[in-house]
């Protein structure tokens, strides 16, 4: 199967100011979480022929075993990757970090609304990734909602999901990705209110060994931030040829995923700088 850029064909609703907006499933679209994308309007995204996505409202139970709901993935069942996952950014704080690695129940035809530990359930993995299909496959999970990103506890665990998580380089992962997300937090913390962030993967067209989860070839950002009384956007992309990650204009992060400059951009281009639309 070709999972080329080409097939990346993100058409975003132009209503939309930016793009962007422990979990459940949520047939067809994001009704439960829409506050996770400015103007409470997803992106569209066009799968590849015989791709199937889902989207996931992200969601944990809180200490009075109430749903909170902390993030939005697209989750595509087929690659078993995500296709992106949106949040708002409000501050980073340093937060322990505890990588215990859910799953979601729902995926896999169980009830249970949010995520649940890996033992959970009797089949799940048929449409999901779990832990031992990234057991020395020479791969880290990488995250897309990074926990460097959360500003409380709930958040920190709700990331670690295997919905939340694409298998990335290990060099990679460590080192230019994790310097990029140290300089997002920078950039975003001059915002005059909370940002939102989608980030995002394009799939190669190998898998890791198990021959089950896609490996994710590109990993790509977006974020959305107030300043001055206007939204502004910046795309980040990469590796790119030197193993680094490259910012861009919001119109050329766009090219990039659709492969065509004809369609329809989620931002408005304004001299200089990416003006959210």
């Known amino acids: 199967m070709n999972v080329s850029l080409l097939h990346l064909v993100f058409l975003l609703l132009l209503s939309s100011v930016c793009f962007f907006a422990l979990s459940e499933v949520v047939g067809n679209n994001f009704s439960k979480c829409k506050e996770f994308f400015l103007n409470t309007a997803p992106?569209?995204?066009?799968?590849?022929?015989?791709?199937?996505?889902?989207?996931?409202?992200?969601?944990?139970?809180?200490?009075?075993?109430?749903?909170?709901?902390?993030?939005?993935?697209?989750?595509?069942?087929t690659w078993k990757i995500p296709v992106y996952s949106a949040y708002v950014f409000r501050e980073s704080k340093s937060i322990g970090r505890c990588d215990v690695w859910?799953?979601?129940?729902?995926?896999?035809?169980?009830?249970?609304?949010?995520?649940?530990?890996?033992?959970?359930?009797?089949?799940?993995?048929?449409?999901?990734?779990?832990?031992?299909?990234?057991?020395k496959s020479g791969y880290d999970k990488g995250h897309l909602y990074p926990v460097l990103h959360t500003d409380n506890h709930l958040s920190?665990?709700?990331?670690?999901?295997?919905?939340?998580?694409?298998?990335?380089?290990?060099?990679?992962?460590?080192?230019?990705?994790l310097r990029h997300e140290e300089a997002v937090i920078e950039d975003l913390e001059s915002c005059d209110e909370a940002a939102y962030v989608v980030t995002g993967v394009?799939?190669?067209?190998k898998t890791i060994p198990n021959k089950k989860v896609t490996v994710s070839k590109y990993y790509w950002r977006a974020t959305c931030c107030l300043k001055n009384s206007q939204y502004t956007g910046k795309g980040y992309y990469g590796p790119d040829n030197n193993g680094k990650v490259e910012e861009l204009t919001i119109k050329d992060l766009q090219n990039k995923l659709s492969g065509c400059k004809k369609k329809?951009?989620?931002?408005?281009?304004?001299g200089d700088s990416d003006v959210c639309y």
């Open 102 to 135: 859910y799953i979601e129940p729902q995926l896999d035809g169980d009830t249970e609304p949010c995520m649940r530990p890996k033992g959970y359930g009797t089949n799940i993995g048929t449409n999901q990734a779990v832990n031992r299909d990234y057991e």
């Open 264 to 270: 329809r951009l989620f931002f408005e281009i304004s």
């Open 43 to 77: 992106p569209d995204f066009t799968p590849p022929w015989g791709v199937s996505v889902k989207p996931i409202c992200q969601c944990i139970w809180d200490d009075n075993d109430k749903e909170m709901y902390l993030y939005a993935t697209l989750y595509s069942t």
């Open 202 to 205: 394009v799939p190669d067209t």
């Open 156 to 177: 920190m665990l709700a990331t670690s999901t295997l919905t939340n998580a694409a298998p990335q380089n290990p060099d990679f992962n460590r080192n230019a990705w």
